[in-house]
């Protein structure tokens, strides 16, 4: 954290997850599901290629 603004590679990687989602979708990576220790309603996953991060990221669409 700097300031009052969030920097570094998950704060990238969650900007660009979020990004990716189409419109009325919420989409998270595999690791930030993971960490909440909790379950939630999939509606699929997909790869993305993330600008700026060398490996895919596996991105959770949650039913909602």
């Given at each position: ?15 660009r997850v979020g990004a990716a989602a ?37 991105a959770i669409a949650i039913r909602w």
């Open positions: 954290r700097s300031g009052t603004d969030y920097v570094g590679t998950g704060v990238t990687i969650a900007a189409e419109g009325g979708e919420i989409l998270a990576s595999r690791a930030s599901l993971e960490a909440t220790h909790r379950s939630f309603p999939e509606a699929g996953t997909r790869m993305l290629e993330l600008k700026g991060i060398p490996e895919p990221t596996e």
